[in-house]
């Protein structure tokens, strides 16, 4: 069964450091998709980033880069600059079947930037 | 270009009573998935339709059914409402293979 750990129930950081949200996942598909998504409090999920199990090299979107090291089955999360409007729910996701729209889960890191 | 639609954004059931929840899609996705949120289970996938057709199907009960419309408008229907069917139910819109896109969200209290 495929499966996302996300280790760190909570995070605090202080604005304009940098935060990296970690992420491991388990699955004995060879082709398979990670995604990272944001849930701020208004309930609306977000798409940050997506990283597929044959990139070579590791996805960025602006301030977001994704730390793939396959070997590992790790996918963590890094943002750069934190902003006080990153303080969020951040989820983990594998896409189990390829082509197929289902999603697995993790249970999400809670990120609070201090100002 | 429009995101994905939700209606309603919140509800108020009573135990026993059915409930109907609508999803419009990011025009040109054909692909609409489900999902439940709650604090205890986390987010869970229910079912993802594409082209009118269930494509997957999560592991809850049967009372949870949806369907898609030529337009790729989606419903899910839930009946004989449970007080643990309180949740956020999330869909989410996508083109094949591609990430999805989700709704804000009906939020269901069950009373």
């Known amino acids: 069964a495929q499966k996302i750990t996300q280790t760190q129930p909570g995070m605090f950081v202080q604005e304009k450091e940098a935060v990296t949200l970690d992420c491991t996942y388990d699955?004995?598909?060879?082709?398979?998709?990670l995604f990272w998504y944001k849930q701020p409090s208004s309930g609306e999920m977000i798409f940050l980033i997506y990283q597929g199990s044959y990139d070579e090299q590791n996805a960025t979107e602006g301030r977001y880069s994704l730390n793939f090291q396959k070997a590992r089955k790790s996918a963590n999360l890094v943002i750069s600059a934190s902003q006080l409007g990153d303080s969020a729910m951040y989820f983990c996701a594998m896409r189990v079947i390829q082509g197929a729209q289902k999603l697995v889960f993790g249970q999400g890191t809670r990120l609070t930037i201090n100002p | 270009k429009a995101g994905v639609t939700q209606t309603p954004r919140y509800l108020i059931k009573t135990r026993g009573q059915q409930v109907t929840l609508s999803c419009s899609p990011i025009s040109g996705h054909r692909s609409v998935s489900w999902y439940q949120q709650t604090p205890g289970q986390g987010l869970q996938f229910l079912f993802e339709y594409f082209s009118e057709t269930q494509r997957n199907k999560g592991n809850f009960p049967g009372r949870f059914s949806g369907r898609q419309f030529s337009n790729s408008r989606s419903e899910m229907n839930v009946s004989t409402l449970e007080l643990g069917d309180s949740a956020l139910y999330l869909c989410a819109s996508s083109l094949v293979g591609a990430e999805a896109f989700f709704g804000q969200g009906t939020r269901l209290t069950v009373v």
């Open positions: 699955t004995s598909d060879q082709s398979y998709g």
